[in-house]
């Protein structure tokens, strides 16, 4: 209460809505006498705030839309952000980020940088960024190309590589029918050397499958690489020992018939 003028205030509501106070003015003159009380009221409405999360995801991953929320209801955000390079090609919007497929075609992540400005009762909030990294997709490769080898030898080992740091490698295989000594899975950096043995009279293929899942920053898997190791079969021959008469006649077969 006072007398006079209402003097310059701040006005504050810390609160998620309006806050209405109601001002009665009674007119006083110099001679004492009371006119008709007067009211009106002055409002404060809220300023709105937005909640935000920064976002990791993979390249190639469908972002599920991103619907913003804030402190007070029927609040309208206005937004925009930095760079279409990870797959978000509308230059601004509101209320929400579209769903979207993440791109990466890089070998590093690349980021994004939003700024979201919420807006409600006509009050604008202060302005919240948040950011969107895609992480790129590990493609392996390997130290020597697809291997050869004969029934009973060992395999050079194979090292294995990526085009992003910090990755973690697996391995599998299914065994073939007429092979021997596979190692049907594995983990680490190389494919060890080991010994494959060929039972069959035909060469083998045996294929390994490896994958690369990144280990800094999101586990994001990449596209299997396949590494094959073909296994010829080693020819033998039946009998080893023979004994004939001196201008007989004698006969070699290799067990595989070839």
């Given amino acids: 209460s006072g007398t006079g003028d209402i003097p310059v205030f701040k006005a504050v509501n810390n609160g998620t809505t309006p806050v209405i106070d109601t001002i009665t ?12 009380p007067r009211s009106f009221t002055i409002t404060v409405n809220p300023n709105p705030t937005v909640q935000l999360t920064d976002l990791v995801v993979c390249d190639s991953i469908q972002v599920a839309a991103l619907k913003f ?12 952000f930095d760079n279409t390079a990870i797959g978000l090609t509308q230059s601004g919007g509101s ?12 070998d590093v ?8 400005t919420p807006i409600s ?7 919240k960024t948040f950011s969107i990294t895609v992480n790129p997709s590990p493609r392996v490769s390997f130290s020597l190309i697809n291997q050869t080898i004969c029934s009973g030898s060992s395999t050079s080992p194979v090292q294995l590589k990526s085009n992003v740091a910090d990755c973690s490698f697996s391995w599998t295989t299914n065994v073939p029918a007429g092979i021997s000594g596979v190692m049907t899975s594995g983990t680490g950096t190389q494919i060890p050397a080991h010994a494959l043995v060929n039972t069959t009279s035909q060469p ?4 390994y499958s490896v994958k690369a899942v990144t280990t800094n920053g999101g586990s994001c898997e990449g596209i299997r690489a396949d590494y094959k190791i073909t296994v010829n079969p080693v020819a ?17 077969l290799p067990t595989d018939g070839n």
């Fill in 109 to 116: 992540p690349v980021k994004a940088i939003f700024t979201v």
């Fill in 69 to 80: 929320t804030g402190n007070v209801p029927n609040t309208t955000y206005n937004w925009k």
């Fill in 204 to 207: 083998i293929d045996v294929i």
């Fill in 25 to 36: 003015v009674t007119p006083v003159s110099g001679s004492g006498c009371s006119g008709i």
């Fill in 95 to 106: 209320d929400s980020i579209p769903s979207f497929r993440a791109i990466n075609n890089s």
């Fill in 236 to 252: 033998s021959i039946q009998p080893v020992k023979m004994t004939i008469c001196n201008g007989g006649t004698f006969t070699i």
């Fill in 121 to 127: 009762n006509g009050c604008t909030g202060t302005d």
